[in-house]
C-alpha cells in the first residue's frame, strides 16, 4: 500500500460508519454499530493508521491537563459506573482531586454547565477562569478510568469541527500545530477527518433535555451517599 492510497482508505471507512451515528442508541454499552463510542473509537483508530506521526493515543495526556470538556448525562452515566466499579484508592483519588482542584471554582463550573445544556456559547473568561487538569488524570500521566472516558477524550486529535462556519482540527496547542506542519510538508493538502458536529448532535439527541456539565461538575456533585469507603 503507498502512501497515496491511504486517505482514500480513510474516506472509505469514514464514509462506511459515519453514516451511522444517526442512528446509534447507546454510549459504550453495546460495542456495536449501535455504539456511539464504538464508532468514534472506529474513526479516530483508521485517522491513527492514516497519518505517521499523529501524535494523540496511549501515553498522551496533554488534553487531559489543558481542556475543559463538556458531558452529557449519558456519558456521565458511564464513567459513574466506572468510578463506583474502581478500587477504593483510585475512587477516592479522583474525588479528592475534584474537590481540591475545582470545588474552589465551583461557580464557574455550573455557569458553564448552565450555558452548555442551554445550547449557548459560554463567556470565554469562564474558561480562562477555570482549572483545566482532568482529576480523572492519575499520578502516573493516565486516564484512570480510560475506558469509560467521554466521547470527546476518544475523538480529540482525530476528527474536524465546524463551528460559525470555520472548521478546524479538534487537537491541542501543543502537538497539533507540529503535526499538522508535517503533513503539509510531507504534501497533504487536505487532510481527511470525520466530523465531530453529528457526534454532538446525535449525543444531544440521546439526553433530549439533559444536563451537560463538565466533568468536574459531575464529580463534585456526585452524592454522599455513593461516596467511596474503604471498607
Not at 472509505?12 to 459504550?28: C, H, K, L, Q
Not at 453495546?30 to 455504539?35: K, M, P
Not at 468510578?83 to 458553564?112: D, N
Amino acid at each position: 500500500m503507498s502512501a497515496s492510497d491511504v486517505p482514500s482508505l480513510l474516506q472509505a471507512t469514514i464514509r462506511t460508519i459515519a453514516p451511522a451515528i444517526p442512528d446509534a442508541d447507546n454510549v459504550g454499552r453495546t460495542g456495536d454499530r449501535r455504539d456511539l463510542y464504538w464508532l468514534i473509537d472506529y474513526m479516530a483508530y483508521a485517522v491513527d493508521q492514516a497519518y505517521a506521526g499523529h501524535p494523540c493515543g496511549r501515553g498522551c495526556a496533554d488534553c487531559c491537563r489543558n481542556q475543559l470538556f463538556r458531558v452529557s448525562e449519558p456519558e456521565w452515566e458511564r464513567l459513574r459506573e466506572g468510578l463506583a466499579a474502581a478500587p477504593f484508592e483510585v475512587r477516592a483519588g479522583i474525588l479528592a482531586r475534584a474537590q481540591e482542584v475545582y470545588g474552589p471554582r465551583r461557580e464557574v463550573l455550573e455557569a458553564l454547565a448552565a450555558a452548555w445544556t442551554a445550547g449557548e456559547r459560554p463567556d470565554p473568561a469562564w474558561h480562562q477562569a477555570a482549572p483545566r487538569v482532568c482529576p480523572v488524570l492519575g499520578a502516573d500521566g493516565r486516564c484512570s478510568l480510560y475506558d469509560e472516558r467521554p466521547a470527546i477524550c476518544r475523538a480529540f486529535g482525530a476528527f474536524s469541527a465546524t463551528v460559525e462556519g470555520t472548521s478546524s482540527v479538534l487537537i491541542c496547542h501543543q502537538h497539533g500545530p507540529a503535526f499538522l506542519d508535517g503533513l503539509a510538508q510531507a504534501g497533504t493538502v487536505d487532510l481527511t477527518l470525520p466530523n465531530w458536529n453529528p457526534v454532538q448532535r446525535r449525543l444531544q439527541a440521546l439526553a433530549p433535555g439533559g444536563m451537560i456539565k463538565p466533568l468536574p461538575l459531575w464529580l463534585l456533585e456526585w452524592p454522599e451517599e455513593d461516596a467511596p469507603c474503604s471498607a
